[in-house]
């Protein structure tokens, strides 16, 4: 558990910190769950997945991520996509092999690359649009870098990258001859009219990328710990290995209940991101009636807010205190900062949340403003 999740329990604070939703699984997967689960699909799937659900993958890559895939030699069911990215990693990184990383970022990037005696090469994302700076990125590259992690939409900033941006980080790629590793796992939550690229659909770019993705976060079922990825066969296969001996299979009677999740009628997907867009909107303008600078994200469902304007300069200080003293958890900056460089000025909030817990947590914010400087 998170120190900000265990501040949410020792203060009895909202927990606007976690990134779980507070949205029900969609009836047509409960069903088939349950389903599954009485017809005693329970036992061990083939290791890298249901062939069904590897074949309605390679149709969902093709329809929606515009990646040609083979089903049985390039995708793998995993324990959700923080497996997969494990896997990732363990397959690609060895001794020394550099892995360039953009942050903030996702906590268990680094960890993961060090568990492979890997050397992680930092590089800051650019509030307030959070930018690529491109010379450090080209310096970043070097005979030792063996992959870049790529996260779109972005955990914890809610950036999107750009076609741009990525056809950058993919000329550089090709250029030395490196590996992307794609965390997707919110491609299907992007707003006002913003869409998702997969780096992988780039030309030249679908035999070095890895991409991964997931069904907790479009489904809302993060307990399930469902996630996928294609990758070229020599790397699937590697990949497959190091899931054989971590986790054997994932669940099987939640892949089975999966099988059909992605042809769902669209109307569930835009329906998805109307609401986080909603809620987005709705925290927004409760944060920056408390006193916050906010960066409005793109995609994902969370958002990062400077809390200078209260006077602190400690970012695990001020999230302390607003969970302590108001009632509201979230994340320092520097829990996804490992760079160096200090306490950070920014907290990160997530908005998936029903209307009810934003009501309240406006209610507890509103009260912030008496810190104002």
Known sequence: MTEAALWARQYNALNLASGYPEVSVPSFLKEKALLSISLDLNQYSVTKGLPDLRRALSLKFREMNGIETDPEREILITCGAAEALFAAIFSLVHDDDE???????????????????????????????????REALRAAFSDRTRAVIVNTPHNPTG??????????????CIRHDVFAITDEIYEYITYDGVRHISTASLPSMAGRTVTIGGFSKTFSCTGWRLGYCVAPPSVAEAMEKVHTYLT??????FQHAAVNAFSADISYFDTLRSFYQ????????????????VYRPDGSYFMMADFTPFGFS??????RMLARDFGVSTVPERAFCHGGGGPGSMVRFCFSRNDETLREAEKRLKELRKLLR
Do not use: H, T
């Open 159 to 172: 950036k999107v990258f750009s076609r741009e941006e990525l056809a950058f980080i993919a000329e550089l």
């Open 99 to 133: 892995v360039i990383i953009f942050e903030p970022a996702f906590e268990s990037y680094i960890p993961n690359v060090l568990m492979a005696r890997g050397k992680p090469v930092i590089l800051k994302l650019k509030p307030p649009g959070w930018e690529i700076d």
């Open 278 to 293: 909603k809620q987005r909107d709705r925290l927004c303008d409760i944060l920056q009636d408390a006193g916050f600078i």
């Open 314 to 319: 400690d970012d695990r200080e001020f999230a």
């Open 248 to 253: 054997v299979c994932a669940p099987a009677p």
